[in-house]
């Protein structure tokens, strides 16, 4: 059977189109026999371009994964796909369905919805239709009925990920997105274990019925392989560890670094949480081959970061994790949010006077989004904090707020957000003079131009 998925990421904030929840569901589904195809739209001028994939692939499924930011994309595509084509069913996957299943009654909302991780139950989803039964009693299913909600059971779990095919790299195009961003990027786990308030591993812990949502991981080996896979294949000189938080299982990080360090030798970088920061750690990553260490400060007022995002973490926490990480001679990147319900224009002050502390190598901030689902989303709209006129249209998303505000704390944000490396290195005229740069049209010209002339250089053995 002919499915043709799409990834929305429209105004979207993450330079990074390859979704690796949705190549998952596209090595699944093309393991079981069928015809995938993978179309991504980065702005509405290509629905055009949607419909004519439609006509040319004649899907008898069409399949969207979303966050709450584009599922308002996701509505208009898939009501015009069901407007010409009534035939064709609409699903959707993601975080949105997940944790805001109510979203199936919503105009112009797809047939169906799949909530969690749902590889066999699109699998048996597909089967079913290809038959001609009825998918309705598909597990992780939502989807309206007569005007109410109906949310299926949910499948438990897998236990182990190697359970899985790796995510897709033909039909969903990885070359390019290395190419576009700079390096291979991985995830190998699923799942954190905290509950920041901002964060939906709380709330898809929540519709599991589970305390936590404990990480599960791919084996070290086979994770190692799936890399080996990748740089036969592609062209590349760094790697991306994007799990929540890398190596979490300390006898799974050791037994990964190990082999790492001894097949891959390409240098990587990954994500962990200052609190679980130690000598032995780090020195063990850098054996490894990792060299920069993101890490989420959030915030550098200790009430914003404790009491509003459940953080649970102290100033001295992070300023020792920094600490540790630079004396061992790696590069550190420093995560941090303004614009949380109340914040106030000193608390950012606060933050920006810790990143000065721990003097990351590099430094980004984003403007607080409220997600539906999520604890402190939830909280801003029930308390009637969001615009819900600017969160219907929203193209900004973490670049500006859609809380309800006055047009000079907006400014406030914004300006912070725009001028964010000036102000946390203020007498660093280098990188003052790079930060301007790099926004303009220039700047992304030799970009490409470095990375094409590397490509080439490579192709040819030089």
């Given amino acids: 059977m002919n499915i043709l998925f799409i990834y929305t990421n429209i105004n979207g904030f993450h330079e990074n189109d390859y979704s690796f ?33 439609v006509v040319r692939s004649a899907p008898k499924i069409v399949g969207f994964s979303s966050v709450s930011s584009q599922f308002g994309f996701v509505k208009e595509i898939s009501a015009m796909i069901k407007n010409s084509f009534p035939d064709i069913i609409t699903v959707c996957g993601g975080v949105h369905p997940t944790i805001a299943p ?146 979490l299982d300390k006898a799974w990080r050791e037994d990964f670094c190990v082999k790492y360090k001894n097949r891959i030798k390409i240098r990587f970088f990954c994500f962990l949480r200052a609190n679980l920061v130690t000598e032995d750690f780090i020195r063990l990553l850098k ?10 400060v959030e915030s550098g007022n200790e009430h914003v970061r404790n009491d509003v995002m459940n953080r649970s973490m102290s100033n001295a926490q992070i300023e020792k994790a920094f600490g540790i990480i630079h004396r061992n001679g790696m590069l550190t990147n420093a995560i941090n949010i303004i614009g949380t319900p109340g914040e106030t224009e000193s608390a950012i002050m606060d933050t920006i006077k810790l990143n000065r502390k721990i003097r990351p190598t590099s430094s980004g901030v984003n403007i607080f989004y409220p997600y539906r689902g999520i604890r402190l989303g939830d909280y801003c709209f029930q308390n009637d904090m969001v615009d ?38 203020p007498h660093d005229l280098k990188r003052a003079l790079l930060s301007i740069a790099r926004k303009t049209p220039v700047w992304e010209y030799l970009r490409k131009s470095r990375n094409f002339v590397r490509d080439r250089i490579k192709a040819r053995g030089i």
């Fill in 21 to 53: 929840g949705l190549a998952s569901i596209v090595s699944s589904i093309k393991k079981a026999g069928h015809t995938p195809t993978v179309l991504i739209a980065r702005e509405r001028s290509w629905y055009g371009r949607i419909m004519d994939e």
């Fill in 102 to 247: 109510e979203c199936a009654l919503e105009p112009g909302s797809p047939d169906y919805l799949f909530r969690g991780e749902s590889e066999l139950s699109f699998i048996e989803f597909v089967n079913k239709v290809e038959r001609g039964a009825s998918p309705a009693d598909t597990e992780n299913l939502a989807f309206a009925k007569e005007g109410r909600l109906v949310v299926n059971k949910l499948k438990p779990f897998l236990k182990s990920l190697d359970m899985l095919p790796y995510p897709d790299r033909e039909i969903y195009p990885y070359g390019p997105t290395i190419k576009k961003i700079g390096y291979a990027p991985f995830f190998f786990s699923r799942g954190c274990p905290y509950a920041c308030s901002y964060c939906s591993n709380h709330a898809i812990a929540r519709v599991y019925g589970l305390p936590t949502n404990t990480p599960r991981y791919r084996s070290p080996e086979s994770s190692i392989c799936e890399i080996e896979q990748v740089i036969k294949r592609f062209s590349v000189n760094t790697i991306s560890i994007g799990d929540d938080i890398f190596g």
């Fill in 287 to 296: 054996d490894a081959g990792c060299y920069r260490i993101s890490i989420g």
């Fill in 388 to 425: 819900l006129a600017g969160y219907l249209e929203f193209s900004n998303e973490r670049r500006d707020t859609v809380l309800k505000c006055s047009d000079e704390y907006k400014r406030m944000l914004i300006r912070y957000r725009e001028n964010w490396e000036r102000l946390v290195y």
